[in-house]
C-alpha cells in the first residue's frame, strides 16, 4: 500500500492542472511539500473562506465511452448541482507528454450545500471512470491542498496547491492528433466502428464508403476547393464557378450524409470529427470520379474539418493555437490533394450582415462564431496555417460577380483552365 501511494505521489505531482477561467486557462501544480512560501494559485483567489472546491477527471481506458461520458456529465452537473455553485472546464496533463491529457470539470461549492454535493461525488465515482479531488484551504487562507476524494475520510495523503507556470503547448494540443484531427481514414473508421453499438447510424456512414481509395491518382481535370467561414459566400461562389466552368460541383459532408449529420453534431468532438473526416474521403471519392470528366468545384473539405476542430479545442487567444508548422497542420498523406483552396475572407460586420439577410438555422460552432470574436480568429489563423494544400485567401466583400471574376483570374493563373 505504502508503495502504490509512492508511486501514486510520484504520478501525481508531475502533472499540471488547468482550470479554465473566462475562456483562458489557468495553471496550478500539486506538490508533496512547499518549497518556500506558499503563494495560491489565481484559480483559488477568488474562492471565498467557507466554499469547498472539487475536480473531476474522466479516466477511462477506452477513449469513446471516456469522451461520451465527459461530455454527458456536464449536462448532468448543471442539472443536479445547487443554485450558485461553480462549473467550469477543467484539464490535467504531464507537459510535453502527448496522450496525457485528462478532461473534466472544476466545481466551486457554496457553504451550506457541501453534503448534497458531496453525495452527488461520492455517487458518481462509485459508479463511473472518474476521479473526484477535494480542495481545503488553510486556517489563515494562505494554501490549498488536494486530496483523492476516496482517501478524504481517514489518513488522506495531501498535497500542497502551487502555482504553475504556463506550459510551452496548450493542454488540448497534446490529444489534437487522430481525436480532434484525423490523419488516416482507418484512425477515423476505428472511432466510428466503436460507436456502432451506441450510435446504430454509424454502420450506415461506414457504409457510404467506396471499397478502395487512392489519394495517389491524379485527376485530370482540375479540382478547385472553396473555403471559408459560413456566410462568407461559399455557396454563391460555387454555384457560379459551376455555371462558369462547367464544372462538376460537389461537398463536404457530401449529400449522401445528410440525413446523419445532425445526429453526429451532438456527440462530443472525438466522434463529430471522425464523421466529418469520413466524410472528407467520401467526397475524395466523388471527386475522383467525377474529375475524369470535368473540373470540380468542392464547398468545404478537410481545411474546414481541421480548421473549426483545432479552434474548438483549443480556448483563449490565436497564441494559445499549435505552433505554426505543427504536425497538426498538415495534409493527412492518404487524402486526395486539391490543385487549388480559395479561402473566401470577410470582415466580421459584414459577415453578420449577411447572416441576418439570410436568416438560416445555424450550428451550435456557427453560433459561437457569431459570439466569441476569439473563436472566428482562431478557425481563420488554423485555416491560414495549413500546409500541403495551403490556401489562398480572397477578399470576399466586393459584388458576388467581382467575386467570381477575382476567383476566376485565381483558378486561370493557378490551373491553367
Ligand atoms: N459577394 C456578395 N455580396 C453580398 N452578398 C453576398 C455575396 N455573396 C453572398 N452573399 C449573400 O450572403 C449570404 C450568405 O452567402 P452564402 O450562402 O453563399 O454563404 P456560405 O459561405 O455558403 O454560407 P454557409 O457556409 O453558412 O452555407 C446569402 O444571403 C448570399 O446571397
Ligand atoms: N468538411 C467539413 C465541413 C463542415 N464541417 C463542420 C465545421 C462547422 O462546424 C460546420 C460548418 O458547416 P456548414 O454549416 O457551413 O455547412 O461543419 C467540417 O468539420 N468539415
Same mark, same amino acid.
Given at each position: 500500500m505504502a508503495r502504490h501511494l509512492k508511486l501514486l505521489v510520484q504520478r501525481w505531482s508531475s502533472r499540471v492542472f488547468s482550470v479554465e477561467v473566462d475562456g483562458a486557462p489557468r495553471y496550478f501544480g500539486i506538490r508533496e511539500q512547499l518549497r518556500g512560501e506558499p503563494v495560491p494559485p489565481d484559480v483559488f483567489s477568488e474562492v471565498q473562506k467557507q466554499d469547498r472546491c472539487y475536480s473531476l477527471l474522466v479516466c477511462s481506458g477506452d477513449r469513446v465511452t471516456g469522451d461520451r461520458f465527459h461530455w454527458e456529465l456536464r449536462d448532468r452537473l448543471q442539472r443536479q448541482l445547487p443554485p450558485g455553485s461553480g462549473l467550469r472546464s477543467m484539464s490535467s496533463f504531464i507537459p510535453d507528454q502527448k496522450g496525457s491529457l485528462l478532461k473534466g470539470y472544476f466545481l466551486q461549492s457554496r457553504a451550506g450545500n457541501s453534503s448534497l454535493i458531496e453525495d452527488i461525488l461520492t455517487d458518481l465515482e462509485q459508479r463511473n471512470p472518474v476521479l473526484v479531488c477535494s480542495y481545503s484551504q488553510s486556517e489563515d487562507g494562505q494554501q490549498w491542498t488536494q486530496c483523492l476524494w476516496y482517501q478524504s475520510e481517514d489518513n488522506p495523503v495531501r498535497f500542497c496547491v502551487v502555482p504553475s507556470e504556463t506550459?510551452?503547448?496548450?493542454?488540448?494540443? +497534446?490529444?489534437? %492528433?487522430?481525436s480532434d484531427v484525423f490523419y488516416s481514414l482507418d484512425e477515423a473508421c476505428d472511432v466510428l466502428k466503436q460507436c456502432g453499438d451506441i450510435i446504430p447510424e454509424t454502420r450506415s456512414v461506414l457504409g457510404m464508403l467506396p471499397s478502395s481509395l487512392d489519394a495517389?491518382?491524379?485527376?485530370?481535370?482540375?479540382? %478547385?476547393? %472553396? &473555403? =471559408?467561414?459560413?456566410? *462568407? =459566400?461559399? *455557396?454563391?461562389?460555387? &454555384?457560379? #464557378?459551376?455555371?462558369?466552368? =462547367?464544372? *462538376? #460541383?460537389?461537398?463536404?459532408?457530401p449529400q449522401c450524409l445528410s440525413a446523419w449529420r445532425g445526429r453526429f453534431d451532438r456527440e462530443p468532438p472525438l466522434i463529430r470529427r471522425a464523421f466529418y473526416a469520413v466524410g472528407n474521403y467520401i467526397t475524395a471519392e466523388q471527386i475522383n470520379q467525377e474529375a475524369s470528366k470535368s473540373p470540380v468545384i468542392v464547398d468545404r473539405f478537410w481545411h474546414s474539418t481541421a480548421a473549426y476542430a483545432i479552434a474548438t479545442a483549443v480556448t483563449g487567444p490565436v497564441s494559445n493555437l499549435p505552433h505554426e508548422g505543427a504536425e497538426v497542420y498538415h495534409w493527412p498523406g492518404d487524402l486526395l490533394?486539391?490543385?487549388?483552396? %480559395? +479561402?473566401?475572407?470577410?470582415?466580421? &460586420? &459584414?459577415?453578420?450582415?449577411?447572416?441576418?439577410?439570410?436568416? #438560416?438555422?445555424k450550428t451550435d460552432e456557427e453560433e459561437e462564431l457569431d459570439h466569441n470574436k476569439l473563436f472566428r480568429t482562431r478557425v481563420e489563423e488554423a485555416y491560414r496555417r495549413i500546409v500541403g494544400s495551403a490556401c489562398i485567401a480572397l477578399d470576399a466583400s466586393p459584388s458576388a460577380d467581382l467575386v467570381l471574376q477575382q476567383a476566376l483570374l485565381l483558378i486561370r493563373a493557378k490551373c491553367h483552365l
Amino acid at each position: 500500500m505504502a508503495r502504490h501511494l509512492k508511486l501514486l505521489v510520484q504520478r501525481w505531482s508531475s502533472r499540471v492542472f488547468s482550470v479554465e477561467v473566462d475562456g483562458a486557462p489557468r495553471y496550478f501544480g500539486i506538490r508533496e511539500q512547499l518549497r518556500g512560501e506558499p503563494v495560491p494559485p489565481d484559480v483559488f483567489s477568488e474562492v471565498q473562506k467557507q466554499d469547498r472546491c472539487y475536480s473531476l477527471l474522466v479516466c477511462s481506458g477506452d477513449r469513446v465511452t471516456g469522451d461520451r461520458f465527459h461530455w454527458e456529465l456536464r449536462d448532468r452537473l448543471q442539472r443536479q448541482l445547487p443554485p450558485g455553485s461553480g462549473l467550469r472546464s477543467m484539464s490535467s496533463f504531464i507537459p510535453d507528454q502527448k496522450g496525457s491529457l485528462l478532461k473534466g470539470y472544476f466545481l466551486q461549492s457554496r457553504a451550506g450545500n457541501s453534503s448534497l454535493i458531496e453525495d452527488i461525488l461520492t455517487d458518481l465515482e462509485q459508479r463511473n471512470p472518474v476521479l473526484v479531488c477535494s480542495y481545503s484551504q488553510s486556517e489563515d487562507g494562505q494554501q490549498w491542498t488536494q486530496c483523492l476524494w476516496y482517501q478524504s475520510e481517514d489518513n488522506p495523503v495531501r498535497f500542497c496547491v502551487v502555482p504553475s507556470e504556463t506550459p510551452k503547448h496548450h493542454p488540448s494540443v +497534446l490529444n489534437m %492528433i487522430n481525436s480532434d484531427v484525423f490523419y488516416s481514414l482507418d484512425e477515423a473508421c476505428d472511432v466510428l466502428k466503436q460507436c456502432g453499438d451506441i450510435i446504430p447510424e454509424t454502420r450506415s456512414v461506414l457504409g457510404m464508403l467506396p471499397s478502395s481509395l487512392d489519394a495517389r491518382r491524379k485527376p485530370d481535370f482540375p479540382v %478547385i476547393v %472553396i &473555403e =471559408g467561414l459560413d456566410a *462568407t =459566400g461559399k *455557396t454563391t461562389l460555387t &454555384e457560379s #464557378l459551376r455555371d462558369s466552368l =462547367g464544372a *462538376t #460541383l460537389l461537398r463536404s459532408p457530401p449529400q449522401c450524409l445528410s440525413a446523419w449529420r445532425g445526429r453526429f453534431d451532438r456527440e462530443p468532438p472525438l466522434i463529430r470529427r471522425a464523421f466529418y473526416a469520413v466524410g472528407n474521403y467520401i467526397t475524395a471519392e466523388q471527386i475522383n470520379q467525377e474529375a475524369s470528366k470535368s473540373p470540380v468545384i468542392v464547398d468545404r473539405f478537410w481545411h474546414s474539418t481541421a480548421a473549426y476542430a483545432i479552434a474548438t479545442a483549443v480556448t483563449g487567444p490565436v497564441s494559445n493555437l499549435p505552433h505554426e508548422g505543427a504536425e497538426v497542420y498538415h495534409w493527412p498523406g492518404d487524402l486526395l490533394q486539391p490543385s487549388l483552396v %480559395i +479561402l473566401l475572407t470577410l470582415d466580421p &460586420e &459584414e459577415r453578420k450582415r449577411r447572416l441576418r439577410s439570410r436568416g #438560416l438555422m445555424k450550428t451550435d460552432e456557427e453560433e459561437e462564431l457569431d459570439h466569441n470574436k476569439l473563436f472566428r480568429t482562431r478557425v481563420e489563423e488554423a485555416y491560414r496555417r495549413i500546409v500541403g494544400s495551403a490556401c489562398i485567401a480572397l477578399d470576399a466583400s466586393p459584388s458576388a460577380d467581382l467575386v467570381l471574376q477575382q476567383a476566376l483570374l485565381l483558378i486561370r493563373a493557378k490551373c491553367h483552365l
